[in-house]
């Protein structure tokens, strides 16, 4: 005993000097399933500007902590400072966070681990003591599924640095490299347009640089949007969110203010994922054509109205007038001709009912189905596209077809085709929206969903009532001049206004999925052009060989995406050099315009997905270098390579100093080869 | 082809149906409902016309609501209001298997037990009024006044926090509710947002 007593005493002498020499210095706690420290940047506390600290959190398994803004419910981590005199805290310093759902519900806050980071300013007329000492009182909340309330005091001693010496980084400066790579930065080259409407609010964004990838609006106030709602975003060109409004009054609000997180990133390199938003406010102002609030009666009105303009609407008035043209060849069968118009009639209420049926659905659904949603669609604009282009090719007389007359067989082709070209109709006349029909639409979709069905009846009536008219009236068809040559200069005019809808057609397709869709569109539409052809001169199987060829063409590319995966930059040597400088590898391709091998190897393999898929893989800098135009510098930068002609296909792998030279015809497996093995 | 139609409609049904969120507004008819209490005495909204109401989202397993029972404050306001005639009604969302969720009988001990003095703790497992009343957290409070209005939705009080010393200084927006209502004047403070643990759905 006397033996161990000695030890103790030693033992127990060592772990007091221990605690004195520790003293109240406590840097980390572990409380509420969450290790907080309290770091800093530096080793030292420089003698003038400021220096960064910041509280590290990290969580267990499964828990969170919340964001400034910690969503439908939680609380956003507190601190309160004590420092020496002269030291000011600035603000926290948040990284993007993430959504947290827990259904009904959405949190915004952070898992596992995040560095909340403060600037601390020192005094300008210096201080007198030699060390620094910061404390910090925390509280937090944390949870999993239950949640637990944390609460620390933590302080921090740092040495002053040596006069004239910059203090150097500590241990844990690379907790605040990582966070301030999280940091939400000012939106440069970004335009942004916010509206304040009655039940949403609408933000939308301009950036110079479009991505695929998820988009969250997190607002920065806790009382302004309902968390859990879907923020619809369509993307052609631009991003806009549709914001739903929580039930809080906001119509003094004068901003919108938050971050945009975007998973795809909003710079070209894909690493910067948030930018701050403040927007100020549009109020939408009410227009003077629709008094608010609009009654059902009236809106419906409005609907009946709104469906006979849309009969002379260019997307419409094609359609009607072949019906017209029908209806005039037709008018001896009295009988039968009305049966004709019975089903048309149908047909457009039946698909007006549908697609009222579809948008509440959708809308209940939660997304921002507008009227002319279809059109958002490459495939339907290119379907309708080409659906108006037969029609224009048979009013010009290449080749005949019994998709409408029919005058061998009684009844139901007739009658089934009636009906569908007034779904046809229907789907053509929604992106012609009449002035009056957007205040009653929107009307429809925000009131019952009886009311709404009414309005779309409306509206199916008022499309469908001329050509009622000219059955019930049978005098009004008399109106119409009796068949003769002028029915072929008729139908050559037609023919041509449609061929306008179609050029419409396409240049939408432009803006929706680029010139290589147009070049796409294009050569379907002739291949069409020679298939009917082949079936008006009677050579039905070369026509339907034709016909499948292009169908094939067109299957083929719209399976292929087109390529706004692989990001293609305009040709530099400086920017070449630079990615290469980071160890990226690096992929050139020299083309031209007129360069037919070129624009093959591009549609074929350059933006086929599989090389998408292995370029976003290897992450390779993709370069195009366009010499359309025989640009002098990109002359110089093929001589380097001793050549004078395109195409032309470059590709420095990571890290190597020599270039390798693909061949001028390009197949995938080539491409993977080459790129594939570093 | 229709019969795909006919499957993508559908699912779009079922996406809506499951993602159906409340809409009460303040200033509108508050919802009716009938849940039964810890006695197993049910409890109907539209009965109580003619009587304030309070309804008091609650989880006693949540920091949150724990600040205002281990202080002994809530207690205070239920028992202060209850005897001016209103129905204090507190009601327990937590679905079976999630924090706060209790039988019938283990709830009375746990609020006899906290000194509960409100009118009746109702049980409502699968979260069926939460959700019709668009109840987010541990505790959210309606008031519903004598014609079943609901003139008051959100937080007990302004300062959101699980630190029993922040009762004292924060603005009562519930106290402030009934208040008015009792008086007959117009609620100023009519909707905040209201702050606490999720409701455990």
């Known amino acids: 005993m006397f033996s161990i007593l000695p030890n103790r005493i030693a033992g127990m002498f060592f772990f007091t000097t221990i605690c004195f020499i520790s003293g109240p210095v406590q840097a980390e706690v572990y409380a509420a399933h969450t290790r907080v420290q309290l770091i800093a940047e530096l080793e030292a506390v420089p003698r003038s500007g400021t220096f960064w600290v910041g509280l590290l959190m990290t969580m267990d398994e499964g828990w969170h902590v919340y964001w400034r803004n910690p969503g439908d419910s939680g609380l956003a981590p507190s601190f309160e ?67 637990v309330p944390g609460q620390a005091e933590l302080s921090l001693s740092l040495p002053l640095a040596i006069r004239g010496e910059d203090p150097r980084f500590s241990n844990e400066a690379r907790y605040f490299g990582e966070a301030r790579s999280r940091w939400p930065v000012e939106m440069k080259n970004i335009a942004a347009r916010s509206e304040l409407l009655p039940g949403a609010i609408t933000l939308e964004i301009r950036p110079s640089i479009i991505r695929e990838g998820e988009i969250r609006f997190f607002p920065f106030r806790d009382d302004l949007i309902k ?20 039930n809080f009054d906001h119509d003094d609000l004068a901003r919108l203010e938050g971050i945009l997180w975007h998973q795809g990133g909003w710079d070209r390199e894909g690493f910067i994922k948030a930018v701050i938003v403040r927007s100020p406010l549009v109020r939408q102002v009410p227009s003077e054509k629709t008094p608010a609030p609009l009654t059902w009666w009236l809106a419906c009105f ?11 609407m260019p997307c419409v008035l094609p359609v009607l007038s072949i019906k017209v043209l029908q209806l005039v060849q037709r008018e001896t069968d009295r009988a ?17 009912w549908s697609l009222a049926f579809l948008l509440v659905a959708l809308k209940a659904a939660g997304h921002a189905a507008g009227w002319g949603f279809q059109f958002q669609s490459p495939v339907f604009v290119a379907a309708i596209a080409v659906m108006l282009f037969v029609f224009a090719l048979n009013l010009f007389g290449l080749f005949d077809f019994s998709f409408n007359v029919s005058g061998r067989s009684p009844g139901n082709k007739g009658l089934g085709g009636a009906f569908f070209s007034g779904v046809f109709m229907t789907l053509v006349a929604t992106p012609c929206t009449a002035p009056f029909m957007g205040s009653a639409l929107g009307f429809a979709l925000t009131q019952p969903w009886g009311v709404g069905f009414l309005i779309f009846t409306s509206l199916g009536a008022g499309l469908a009532l001329p050509l009622v008219l000219l059955m019930v009236f049978p005098r009004l068809t008399r109106l119409i001049p009796k068949p003769g040559p002028w029915m072929i200069g008729l139908k050559h005019v037609l023919g041509f206004i449609l061929l306008g809808s179609v050029l419409w057609l396409i240049s939408v397709l432009g803006a929706q999925s680029g010139l290589v869709a ?14 009917l052809w082949c079936f008006g001169r009677g050579r039905r199987w070369l026509g339907a060989a034709v016909l499948i060829g292009s169908l094939v063409f067109g299957f083929q590319a719209m ?14 040597a400086g920017d070449v050099a630079l990615a290469r400088a980071r160890g990226l590898p690096v992929f050139i391709d020299f083309t031209a315009a007129w360069c037919l091998t070129c624009k093959v190897n591009e549609l074929t393999v350059l933006r086929s997905s599989a090389v998408e898929k292995l370029f976003k893989e290897r992450k390779v800098q993709a370069f195009m270098a366009d010499w359309t135009n025989q640009d002098p510098r990109i002359s110089e930068a093929l001589a380097a390579f001793k050549r004078t002609s395109v195409p032309l296909y470059v590709y420095y792998a990571p890290g190597s100093s020599e270039e390798t030279l693909l061949p001028e015809i390009l197949t995938f497996a080539i491409v993977r080869d080459v790129v594939g093995d570093q | 082809m229709v019969k795909k139609m006919l499957v993508v409609l559908l699912g779009i049904l079922v996406l809506a149906a499951g993602s159906a969120s409340a809409q009460v507004v303040t200033g509108e008819a508050a919802p009716d409902f009938t849940l039964t209490d810890t006695k197993g005495v049910a409890h109907r909204l539209s009965g109580l016309k003619g009587r304030v109401v309070l309804l008091e989202w609650s989880n006693p397993d949540c920091p949150f609501v724990k600040k205002f029972y281990a202080s002994k404050s809530i207690q205070q306001w239920q028992a202060d209001y209850v005897s001016r005639g209103v129905v204090w009604l507190s009601i327990n969302s937590s679905a079976a298997g999630k924090q706060g969720y209790y039988s019938p009988a283990e709830l009375d001990g746990i609020l006899v037990a906290a000194g509960f003095a409100g009118t009746a703790a109702l049980l409502d497992p699968d979260g069926k009024v939460g959700r019709l009343y668009g109840a987010q957290t541990t505790p959210h409070i309606y008031v519903i006044d004598a014609q079943q209005k609901l003139v008051y939705q959100g937080a007990i009080d302004s300062k959101a926090s699980v630190d029993a010393a922040d009762i004292a200084t924060a603005t009562n927006y519930a106290a402030a509710a009934l208040d008015a209502v009792l008086a007959g004047k117009p609620v100023t403070v009519q909707a905040t947002k209201s702050y606490g643990c999720s409701v455990k759905y």
Not at chain 1, 231 to 244: A, M
């Open chain 1, 336 to 352: 039968r001709a009305f049966a004709h118009t019975g089903f048309y009639v149908l047909g457009i209420m039946v698909s007006f």
């Open chain 1, 227 to 246: 968390n859990s709602a879907p923020q619809v975003s369509l993307n052609d060109g631009h991003y806009l969110l549709k914001l739903e409004r929580a």
């Open chain 1, 302 to 312: 409005f609907a009946f109205i709104g469906g006979m303009i849309l009969n002379i």
């Open chain 1, 559 to 572: 399976v292929s995406r087109p390529a706004d995966g692989i990001l293609w930059r305009a040709y530099s």
């Open chain 1, 81 to 147: 400072w004590t420092l020496l005199p002269g030291f000011s805290a600035g603000d926290i310093q948040w990284p993007y966070p993430q959504a947290i759902f827990a259904a009904p519900l959405t949190s915004f806050g952070y898992a596992k681990q995040v560095l909340l980071a403060v600037p601390l300013s020192v005094p300008a007329n210096g201080f007198l003591s030699e060390t620094v000492d910061i404390k910090l009182k925390t509280s937090w909340l944390a949870c999993r599924v239950e949640c």
């Open chain 1, 518 to 531: 147009v070049m796409r569109m294009l050569v379907i539409l002739l291949l069409i052009a020679v298939a």
